[in-house]
């Protein structure tokens, strides 16, 4: 078996080749993103996760040639840059798909059916955990939770939601996306590449028509908490007395019975506690008991 001489020279501890530099008028429209993005910041360095979005937005992945624009812009070591971007997950090592599909594998979606699609979808695709299709429009993989446990089992596509899902409405999703079908997440944004969406993430404006007016509809379970922090309604009050006893209510649960379209959890924020707990007598307080 022959050996390539970059094979050679890794085996050998030679020193990579210095990463090749962007075209001049990449990496001047790139500059003048930085600056923007660093100006936020009173620290430059702290630039340095959206600075990776942003390199991220111009070839799908981060390459060794962003990594090294970074860190001339933030005048780091190209070391500290690539601490960070093999950190953290969100950023792409290699190349990888126009659409990013993440199966939800965490315990709730799992056991709700996030294992057999993400165990279908590999077999439907023909790839595995990581991989993209040889199109080069999907990447799978398996991802941690999201915060969207209460519409298990839960399918991201370039971060955007997609609940309820079934192995087959998986499949024709990502059938779907393979063919240039206009797909609408659940809630939230209208869908965009994996380049534009690295952009946004880098903080820049989403200028498409609708789409900012369009964010931020998470559901009426998952946003119960924020509403009731607001003041904006109270859940139903039901009393669980101690005594294992039939469930009492308060006489006024019609003013504060949520609407069906609410969908208020068994999880949402807690009432005090002295309203929630039965009428009982007091026990006696360690004076007392003395």
């Given at each position: 078996m022959t050996t390539s001489s970059s094979e050679r020279g890794v085996s050998l501890g030679m020193p990579e080749l210095p990463?090749?530099?962007?075209?001049?008028?990449?990496?001047?429209?790139?500059?003048?993103?930085?600056?923007?993005?660093?100006?936020?910041?009173?620290?430059?360095?702290?630039?340095?996760?959206?600075?990776?979005?942003?390199?991220?937005?111009?070839?799908?992945?981060?390459?060794?040639?962003?990594?090294?624009?970074?860190?001339?812009?933030?005048?780091?070591?190209?070391?500290?840059?690539?601490?960070?971007?093999?950190?953290?997950?969100?950023?792409?090592?290699?190349?990888?798909?126009?659409?990013?599909?993440?199966?939800?594998?965490?315990?709730?979606?799992a056991v709700m059916g996030g294992d057999a699609i993400f165990e279908q979808l590999?077999?439907?695709?023909?790839?595995?955990?990581?991989?993209?299709?040889?199109?080069?429009?999907?990447?799978?993989?398996?991802?941690?939770?999201?915060?969207a446990c209460d519409f298990a089992p839960v399918v991201m596509v370039n971060w955007e939601f997609f609940d309820n899902q079934t192995v087959q409405s998986a499949k024709r999703l990502v059938d779907d996306l393979r063919i240039g079908h206009t797909v609408s997440p659940t809630r939230g944004a209208p869908l965009c590449t994996f380049k534009e969406t690295a952009r946004i993430l880098a903080g820049f404006p989403d200028e498409?028509?609708?789409?900012?007016?369009?964010?931020?509809?998470?559901?009426p379970a998952s946003l119960v908490g924020l509403r009731l922090a607001r003041g904006e309604t109270a859940p139903a009050r039901v009393?669980?007395?101690?005594?294992?006893?039939?469930?009492d209510e308060p006489q006024d649960r019609a003013v504060h019975?949520?609407?069906?379209?609410?969908?208020?959890?068994?999880?949402?924020?807690p009432q005090d506690t002295s309203a929630s707990?039965?009428?009982?007598?007091?026990?006696?307080?360690?004076?007392e008991g003395e």
């Open positions: 990463a090749p530099a962007y075209p001049d008028d990449v990496r001047a429209r790139l500059e003048a993103d930085a600056r923007e993005i660093i100006a936020r910041y009173p620290d430059s360095r702290s630039a340095l996760l959206p600075l990776l979005h942003l390199v991220q937005s111009e070839e799908g992945h981060v390459t060794r040639t962003g990594m090294q624009f970074c860190a001339d812009v933030l005048k780091l070591t190209t070391a500290e840059v690539t601490a960070v971007a093999t950190f953290y997950t969100m950023y792409r090592r290699r190349p990888s798909g126009d659409y990013q599909v993440g199966v939800c594998t965490n315990t709730l979606c590999q077999e439907h695709l023909g790839i595995g955990n990581g991989e993209t299709t040889d199109d080069g429009k999907i990447t799978l993989e398996h991802i941690e939770c999201n915060a498409r028509d609708g789409a900012v007016e369009a964010s931020g509809s998470a559901g009393v669980h007395p101690r005594d294992g006893g039939p469930h019975e949520p609407s069906s379209a609410q969908h208020l959890s068994s999880h949402d924020a707990d039965p009428a009982h007598p007091a026990g006696p307080t360690a004076e």
